[in-house]
Nanobody, 121 residues
Framework: VQLQASGGGPVQAGGSLRLSCAASGRTFSAYVMGWFRQASGKEREFVAVISRRGFSTDSAESVKGRFTISRDNAKNTVYLQMNSLKAEDTAVYYC???????????????WGQGTLVTVSS
């Protein structure tokens, strides 16, 4: 499966952005989808995950209550709605597809190219 992330850009603290990740290739609904991020000089970290049909989600404690992951299997797209953005949310955001509902990136075989989110305070 090929993944294409989009929707990043500059935003002021307190603002909102919605990231999208469009999938092509194999059956999108067969995959668990996740979002990860990597800030400059830091390791990539888990942000959120959604189950194949969207009934289950999980997110990192740092974004709970602010970020929401969702998916539209008819459109082969997963979203990350980001509200109340903080400067520390600045990072390159990656979408990923895998077969396990997990926080660890080792379970994700397919990755998008990343989209940069820059939050100014």
């Amino acid at each position: 499966v090929q993944l294409q992330a989009s929707g990043g850009g500059p935003v002021q603290a307190g603002g909102s952005l919605r990231l999208s990740c469009a999938a092509s290739g194999r059956t999108f609904s067969a995959y668990v989808m996740g979002w990860f991020r990597q800030a400059s000089g830091k390791e990539r970290e888990f942000v959120a995950v959604i189950s194949r049909r969207g009934f289950s989600t999980d997110s990192a404690e740092s974004v709970k209550g602010r970020f929401t992951i969702s998916r539209d299997n008819a459109k082969n797209t997963v979203y990350l709605q980001m509200n109340s953005l903080k400067a520390e949310d600045t990072a390159v955001y990656y979408c990923a597809a895998g077969l396990e509902y997990a926080r660890s990136e080792v379970y994700y075989a397919y990755w998008g190219q990343g989209t940069l989110v820059t939050v100014s305070s």
